[in-house]
Structure formats: structure tokens, C-alpha cells
T-cell receptor, first 108, second 113 residues
Framework: EDQVTQSPEALRLQEGESSSLNCSYTVSGLRGLFWYRQDPGKGPEFLFTLYSAGEEKEKERLKATLTKKESFLHITAPKPEDSATYLCAVQARYALNFGKGTSLLVTP | EAQVTQNPRYLITVTGKKLTVTCSQNMNHEYMSWYRQDPGLGLRQIYYSMNVEVTDKGDVPEGYKVSRKEKRNFPLILESPSPNQTSLYFC????????????FGSGTRLTVV
């Protein structure tokens, strides 16, 4: 059975304080690992797809990396507008299996 | 604008009164899926569809029905809603299974009293 575990559940950072979010996974036949951002009451917003171990992708202050067992979302010098819940998901066949997310709060 | 449109955004209903939540996408995507999101449980898949007339159960299908008669539409039907179906529902679509990410709708907040 596919499993996705995210840690920490919640993270509070000062503006400019870099950190990383973790996503550990087990899946048969990984077709992709996804990172989404979700603001309260809204649908998840796509950030990155990673397909194979060693792959990295960047977007503004975010960088996602992938190994065979986990993925990291690195946040460099975060700003208050980066506050959101970050979701990790794996795709084995036709749909996504999500972790429970990391709720990030960035304070000025 | 490429998007997934869900209606309604908010719905309050009574136990046992049949309802349908509509979902439509304008991206010609093959795959569509329904999720529910509950505090502490995260996003859980209800049903998914690989193409027209092809659907399958996700992790929490009990109490729900779906149909895919046209490629763009994937309605979620609750034949006899119960209070434990109070949740935030999301429809999503994807172009195919090469690890393409899903595009999500804005959500439907359903309350069953």
C-alpha cells in the first residue's frame, strides 16, 4: 500500500530563516512525486513534479529534491506570503496519494 | 483560461436529500478524480476516471457515485447524504499518466445536517 508521510506537521519560521520540509514515501512503481501549495479554503496549487532520484527543481525561493525514499522542499529566505500548507503526493497509477501536509507560518 | 470548475462552492443540505456536485474541465484531460479533505485526515481519493465511461473506486467510495459520460464532465453524486459526508470536496484533472500533475478545482464545502 502506498504511504506518504510528511514532517513536521507544522513549522513556524521568521522571515529570512531557511528550512526544509520532508516527505517520506513508499510506493510501487513511482510515476511521479508532486509538491503542492494550499491556501486555506482553496484548491491545491501545483508546484513541482519529480520523476527520478537525484532530480531537483526550483521556483523562486523553493527547491524540491528527490531520493529513492524521500523528497525535501527547501525554502530559502522565506517571506510571509510563503505561509501555506505544503502537500506532498505520489502517483503510482491513475491518481495521487497525498500526505497530510506541513503547515508553514512565516512571521515578519 | 485553463481550469477545473466545480459547482456549487458551498452547499448545506439535509440528511437523505440526493445531491450532485458538478465538475467540468476545459483542458481536454483524460483523467479526472474526486477527493475529500478533512482536518487531520488530509486529502483522500473518492473516485477516479481514466476516460469516458471508465471509472474506479478510490480509498473512500462508500456513499458516493460518479459518472463520466463526456470527457469534460465528472459529477459526484450523493444519493442519500449523511452528516459524516460533511467535508471539503475537490475535483481534479490530469492529461495522462506520465506523472503529470493534477489541476484542482476551487472546492465545494458541503454541510449535511
Amino acid at each position: 500500500e502506498d504511504q506518504v508521510t510528511q514532517s513536521p506537521e507544522a513549522l513556524r519560521l521568521q522571515e529570512g530563516e531557511s528550512s526544509s520540509l520532508n516527505c517520506s514515501y513508499t510506493v510501487s512503481g513511482l510515476r511521479g512525486l508532486f509538491w503542492y501549495r494550499q491556501d486555506p479554503g482553496k484548491g491545491p496549487e501545483f508546484l513541482f513534479t519529480l520523476y527520478s532520484a537525484g532530480e531537483e527543481k526550483e521556483k523562486e525561493r523553493l527547491k524540491a529534491t528527490l531520493t529513492k525514499k524521500e523528497s525535501f522542499l527547501h525554502i530559502t529566505a522565506p517571506k510571509p506570503e510563503d505561509s501555506a500548507t505544503y502537500l506532498c503526493a505520489v502517483q503510482a497509477r491513475y491518481a495521487l496519494n497525498f500526505g497530510k501536509g506541513t503547515s508553514l507560518l512565516v512571521t515578519p | 483560461e485553463a481550469q477545473v470548475t466545480q459547482n456549487p462552492r458551498y452547499l448545506i443540505t439535509v440528511t437523505g436529500k440526493k445531491l450532485t456536485v458538478t465538475c467540468s474541465q476545459n483542458m481536454n484531460h483524460e483523467y479526472m478524480s474526486w477527493y475529500r479533505q478533512d482536518p487531520g485526515l488530509g486529502l483522500r481519493q473518492i473516485y477516479y476516471s481514466m476516460n469516458v465511461e471508465v471509472t474506479d473506486k478510490g480509498d473512500v467510495p462508500e456513499g458516493y457515485k460518479v459518472s463520466r459520460k463526456e470527457k469534460r464532465n465528472f459529477p459526484l453524486i450523493l444519493e442519500s447524504p449523511s452528516p459524516n459526508q460533511t467535508s471539503l470536496y475537490f475535483c481534479a484533472s490530469s492529461p495522462g499518466d506520465r506523472g503529470y500533475g493534477y489541476t484542482f478545482g476551487s472546492g465545494t464545502r458541503l454541510t449535511v445536517v
